[in-house]
């Protein structure tokens, strides 16, 4: 992943990768001097572990036999107590020679790795599964991405049970009882994107969890290139030596850790960031779309309207409408009018000259006066009538009661 800064893993002696030296010296013959001095270093130590065994064997024979002659003298013999006497001598001697050997150990434990030692221990008991056909540096772009969504939807499960671990022998058992394939660039990715998630969701805590397993591939993939090995190779010796590192070694482990969860949180405020900005335009487009023909949105218009009016919308009753705005005061009418026409909610008659085709209502007549109460032409006379009718019939029970 772009941002780690692999220059850290200090612990790790590469001859024919280095490229930090002077231009002006012979780098060929330098990668040799370094090499043929870590052979020589490397020789050195097995020489003293070997003659540490040795000395430990020899010991032991000689206590061995020194017991039986002890055991074979009889008790009035002159020599037993020499004998008992030169025994603890040898055993004593014999302890040290020991923590000699457990020093000649844990050097050789502690010891940097390089290519002439580290392929050397636990790949012999790595399975190596294959990979479903990938040759990485011969795919384009676009395989590249189909492959990553091949390979997360085929092991979508087990990269995440990968992510939930957090013991280093765990992940090695884990690779290695037949998840190798799990060693490579995709379930890094996949764990960065995961973090993402778990940090945009404000899971901070499961996102730190992943993190780690995170940074572990990368390191592991990291290590791989430098040695110029499939990454599946590395796994044992990674995971085992990681948790016998120098201070030096783990604090350079956690800096980076900590600095790839500060980048993944600045990442996840960027990402909610950008979905904001991209549902506010997705907003504004459909604000544009849905704007009248006087430009103004109807949702928008509809929320100003008095409830009596957005209650004539709502049940498209024209009949009540008219008998809202009748009960208006004129110019609230023609503004709430001329507001719904400009959004779409209401269409005047094209085709009726005597409609204002602003506001909808009727056009002022030859005597200048204005017809605020009707609208549509049509719903007006029906109004008409139904009060001609209403006049009617109370003038009817009028006469009846004289």
């Known amino acids: 992943m772009a ?80 004998l008992t006497k030169s025994l603890g001598e040898l055993e004593k001697s014999m302890e040290e020679v020991k923590e000699k050997e457990k020093e000649v150990i844990k050097e050789e ?53 990968f992510g939930f671990l957090r013991k280093y022998d765990d992940s090695l058992k884990y690779l290695q009882d037949g998840k190798t394939y799990l060693a490579c660039e995709e379930t890094a990715n996949f764990l960065v994107i995961e973090c993402i998630n778990h940090a945009m969701e404000e899971k901070f805590e499961l996102m730190d969890h992943v993190a780690h397993q995170c940074i572990c591939i990368q390191y592991l993939l990291e290590l791989s290139k430098q040695l110029d090995i499939d990454p599946r190779a590395c796994i044992a010796s990674f995971f085992k030596k990681i948790q016998i590192a120098d201070d030096e070694y783990k604090k350079a482990f956690t800096d980076e850790l900590t600095a790839f969860k500060l980048r993944i ?39 100003t309207l008095p409830e ?12 009540r409408l008219q008998e809202v705005i009748r009960e208006l005061d004129e110019k609230d009418a023609r503004y709430h009018m001329k507001r719904c026409v400009d959004a779409g909610l209401w269409k005047p008659a094209e085709d009726d000259p005597s409609t204002n085709p602003e506001d909808g209502f009727r056009k002022a007549g030859e005597d200048g006066e204005e017809e605020v109460e009707e609208i549509y032409e049509e719903v007006g006379e029906k109004k008409k009538e139904e009060e001609k009718k209403e006049t009617k019939a109370e003038e009817k029970k009028e006469e009846e009661k004289k």
Request: hydrophobic share 25%; with cysteine.
């Open 308 to 319: 009596s009016l957005q209650e004539c919308f709502e049940s498209q009753d024209i009949g």
């Open 265 to 303: 949180r600045r990442r996840a405020k960027e990402k909610i960031a950008e979905q904001m900005e991209e549902i506010q335009k997705e907003q504004e487009e459909e604000r544009q779309a849905r704007l009248g023909p006087g430009g103004l949105d109807p949702a928008e218009v509809f929320e």
């Open 3 to 82: 941002g780690i800064d692999y220059s850290k893993w200090k612990n790790i002696e590469i001859s024919d990768d280095e490229d930090d030296v002077h231009p002006n010296i012979d780098t060929p013959s330098l990668f040799k001097w370094r090499h043929e001095a870590r052979v020589m270093r490397q020789e050195e130590l097995d020489a003293k572990k070997k003659n540490t065994q040795e000395e430990k064997k020899a010991k032991e024979r000689q206590v061995k036999e020194l017991r039986e002659k002890i055991k074979k003298a009889e008790k009035s013999d002159p020599t037993v107590e020499s």
């Open 109 to 161: 434990k502690l010891r940097p790795w390089n290519v002439d030692t580290i392929s050397k221990e636990g790949f012999s008991k790595t399975v190596m599964n294959d990979l479903p056909g990938r040759k990485d540096k011969e795919m384009t772009e676009d395989e590249r991405l189909k492959y990553m969504k091949e390979f997360t939807e085929k092991y979508r499960d087990e990269l995440r049970h």
